[in-house]
C-alpha cells in the first residue's frame, strides 16, 4: 500500500476499532481512496493551511466514520478537507494572537511611549476575583465572544457581559486611577 501520507494515517484508518465503528467502506476502498486522494489533497492544501498532512488524515477518518459512502467521495473529501483546513487556519491563528500577548515583555518590541508593562498587566488580571478572570481570559486570550464565553463557562450571556465590563472597569483603574473619574475626584476639595 504505497502512499504519500506517512504511515500512522494507514494504521489509524484502518485499524480494527474503525472498521468496527462502520463497515459502510470496506479497508480495501478506503486504502485505495488514501493512495489516489492523499496526495492531491495535500498538494491543495499547501498554502490554506500550516500542516496540510494533518487535515488529510483528519479528512479520511471522518470519511470512515460516515453512516454511508459519499456519493461523490472526491468532491466530499475536498469539500471536508477545505473545512477542516479552515478551521486549523483560525485554530492557528488565534493560538499564535494569543502567545504573542502572553510572550515575555523583552521578547516583544514595547513601544518605549506606552506607560503600562505588560507585566502589570498580567499581574493585575491575575489578581482579579476568578469569576472575572476567567471571562477576561476567555474573551481576550481565548478570542472567545460573549456567546462562545458563556457557553463554555456556563453562563448567560448577560452575565458574561456584565463580569467582563466589571474586569475591564476593576483593570482601568488598578492600571491609572487617574484615567476614569471616581465619586471621591467628583467631591468638593476639602481645604487644608
Known amino acids: 500500500m504505497a502512499s504519500c501520507l506517512p504511515y500512522r494515517l494507514h494504521s489509524q484508518v484502518l485499524s480494527p476499532f474503525w472498521l468496527v465503528i462502520n463497515l459502510s467502506i470496506p479497508a480495501d476502498q478506503v486504502a485505495a481512496l ?10 491543495w492544501l499547501r498554502g490554506r493551511c500550516s500542516s496540510p498532512e494533518d487535515v488529510v488524515q483528519g479528512t479520511f477518518c471522518q470519511l ?85 464565553a458563556a457557553e463554555a463557562l456556563h453562563l448567560s450571556v448577560t452575565t458574561v457581559h456584565r463580569r467582563y465590563s466589571e474586569a475591564i472597569a476593576e ?14 475626584s467628583n467631591a468638593r476639595p476639602t481645604p487644608h
Open 34 to 43: 488514501i493512495d489516489r486522494w492523499a496526495g492531491p489533497l495535500s498538494a
Open 64 to 148: 470512515v466514520q460516515e453512516h454511508q459512502p459519499p456519493d461523490r467521495v472526491a468532491a466530499w473529501l475536498f469539500r471536508v478537507a477545505g473545512n477542516l483546513a479552515r478551521q486549523e487556519a483560525r485554530r492557528t491563528h488565534r493560538r499564535r494572537a494569543r502567545e504573542a500577548c502572553v510572550a515575555l515583555p523583552e521578547l516583544q518590541s514595547v513601544d518605549p511611549s506606552n506607560s503600562l508593562e505588560l507585566i502589570d498587566v498580567k499581574r493585575c488580571v491575575e489578581s482579579l476575583p476568578i469569576e472575572l478572570r476567567e471571562v477576561v481570559i476567555a474573551r481576550l486570550w481565548g478570542g472567545l465572544t460573549f456567546t462562545e
Open 171 to 184: 483593570l482601568r483603574l488598578t492600571l491609572d486611577p487617574d484615567s476614569t473619574p471616581t465619586r471621591e
